[in-house]
């Protein structure tokens, strides 16, 4: 089983620039796509991100495309979001997520329910 820890949420100014990690224990990442979803209060949760294993394509939403940077480095097990020129809308709780399932490697459509391992999340608030 796949233990998932996202870190490096905050507080930041509309402009400013965060990253978070998601490490990983008890199986390696390097073989399955990564996601990264959000959930803003009230609303559903939401596909960010999606990496697929070698790198293989790197997808994002309409909303944060040239924003958010998403990577992976199988050494430390770890998948990373960039995320520059945050805005109040993009205030949420981010999660990491492994796929599982056939074609887990790569991200196809990524929706939440093709992934079977999750986070705890971690609080990004942007806000002046």
């Known amino acids: 089983q796949v233990q998932l820890v996202e870190s490096g949420g905050g507080l930041v100014q509309p402009g400013g620039s965060l990253r978070l990690s998601c490490a990983a224990s008890?199986?390696?990442?390097?073989?399955?796509?990564i996601g990264w979803f959000r959930q803003a209060p009230g609303k559903g949760r939401e596909g960010v991100t999606c990496i697929s294993m070698s790198d293989r394509g790197a997808y994002y939403a309409e909303s944060v495309k040239g924003r958010f940077t998403i990577s992976r480095d199988n050494a430390k097990n770890t998948v990373y979001l960039q995320m520059n020129s945050l805005k109040p809308e993009d205030t949420a709780v981010y999660y990491c997520?492994?796929?599982?399932?056939?074609?887990?490697?790569?991200?196809?459509?990524?929706?939440?329910?093709?992934?079977?391992?999750w986070g705890q999340g971690t609080q990004v608030t942007v806000s002046s």
């Open positions: 997520a492994r796929k599982s399932g056939p074609g887990s490697a790569y991200c196809g459509s990524w929706t939440p329910i093709d992934f079977g391992s």
């Open positions: 008890g199986r390696t990442l390097a073989y399955n796509a």
